[in-house]
């Protein structure tokens, strides 16, 4: 972002908040995203949890992604200035990512801010830990934006995490709590729900029980969500020479990349594209192994203790680009391959180590039981939209 470009939306993001807070506060809830065009993960966990338990709740939604070109900026302005506006006279505003309003204002004294964060674990380095790195925020935007700023309450899923957040947001450890978990993982639990999501999502794609599924979950390459875009190392027509006979692959990309993978004729049968899926957590559902490389979706896939497996031929090059907050190599919780022949072959065998997946899971999460969209909505929202909040 230009030093002008950056100095028009601070001023345009001040000025409709000053003219905004002469008006009362109004007791809603706004859930906002600036990476997406429409909700997702803890964000629409929470937006159906008020609507069934509390549709007297007055709920906002802003959702929009991040365009290139002169259209993209005037939009991103205008943007702004609607988030402006809402911050200036909500009780109640949720993110689950980086929100540039939020860090150029002084929120008003009875307006409670909650990050819930769009992964359950510190996996991939964010924020203020990646400023030596290529991606994400420069110095240049760090020293005039006091970015991630402004947060009362931050969702994580383990007080192990919290460290870490910490550093990528600058923010105390006390903001950080993980005892009412987090919403987006509720969908894992509750038999009923499971049932009738597996049962959508497998007649939605033709799925049946005589095939493995794997879930084929890579992560964005690129310095920035607007130049995102995915990688092309793994070798479906490999794959499909090992495992078409009785696997078949979902290939769901990551929400910041805007191409989709070509499955021509040959893979037909085998590969499906299910980019456009709503919810990657419904997919999990359906899949009997993950393949992914840098993905946080491993935090709650390791919720269904099922295996997992990396494909990571750039490591070395995603570690300069990004980092981890753990030694790669190590921590994921599951065998790392660099060819597509190696990782077809260990798939091939279904030889799995479960119990390496089960220690993950239990040092990433203090809680989670389906109960997390209710306790964030009685214990944070609830008291937020009838209490005066005090500042810090």
């Known amino acids: ?11 345009l993001v001040r000025v409709a908040f000053a003219v905004s807070r002469v008006l009362p506060l109004r007791s ?11 909700l997702a993960g803890n964000l629409v966990a929470l937006r159906d949890e008020l609507a069934t338990r509390h549709p007297d709740v007055a709920v906002v939604v802003l959702a929009h992604r ?3 070109g002169p259209r993209g900026k005037v939009a991103a302005a205008w943007q702004a200035v609607v988030a402006a506006y809402y911050l200036a006279t909500s009780r109640v505003f949720v993110v ?9 204002i002084h929120p008003r004294r009875g307006t ?16 203020y830990s990646v400023l030596d790195k290529s991606f994400g925020v420069d110095e240049a935007l760090a020293r005039r934006v006091r970015i991630h700023s402004n947060y009362d309450v931050c969702l994580v899923a383990s007080q192990a995490a919290a460290p870490h957040y910490a550093e990528a947001f600058r923010q105390p450890l006390e903001r950080f709590v993980s005892r009412l978990g987090i919403p987006r993982t509720d969908v894992f639990f509750g038999e009923e729900r499971l049932a009738r999501t597996r049962e959508t999502v497998r007649r939605r794609y033709g799925l049946t029980d005589d095939r493995r599924v794997i879930l084929y979950a890579p992560t ?27 696997h078949v692959l979902l290939v769901r990309l990551h929400p910041f990349v805007r191409s989709r993978t070509t499955i021509g004729p040959d893979l037909a049968g085998f590969a499906i594209d299910v980019s456009d899926h709503p919810d990657i957590n419904e997919l999990m559902l359906v899949s009997d192994v993950l393949i992914t490389d840098y993905s946080s979706a491993i935090y709650e896939f390791a919720l269904l203790r099922r295996p997992m497996v990396f494909f990571a031929p ?8 990004r980092g981890f907050y753990f030694d790669y190599r190590t921590g994921v919780p599951g065998p790392i391959f660099e060819t597509t022949d190696a990782l077809a072959a260990y798939l091939r065998a279904g030889v799995f180590d479960l119990e390496r997946v089960e220690r993950f899971r239990a040092a990433s999460f203090d809680v989670a039981d389906g109960g997390s969209a209710t306790r964030v909505t009685d214990e944070l929202i609830l008291p937020s939209l009838t209490r005066a909040g005090v500042r810090r």
């Open 1 to 11: 972002m230009s030093g002008l470009v950056l100095t028009i939306r601070v001023v």
């Open 28 to 38: 809603r809830v706004v859930l906002a995203t600036a990476h997406s065009p429409r």
């Open 66 to 68: 991040p365009a290139t």
């Open 96 to 104: 689950d990512d980086y929100f540039f309003p939020i860090y150029v």
């Open 112 to 127: 409670t801010i909650i990050q819930t964060w769009h992964a359950c674990g510190a996996f991939k380095k964010v924020g």
């Open 220 to 246: 964005f390459r690129g310095d920035s969500v607007t130049d995102a875009h995915a990688t092309d190392d793994l070798d479906l027509g490999v794959l499909r020479a090992s495992l078409g006979e009785d």
């Open 314 to 321: 750039d490591y070395e090059a995603y570690e300069r680009e």
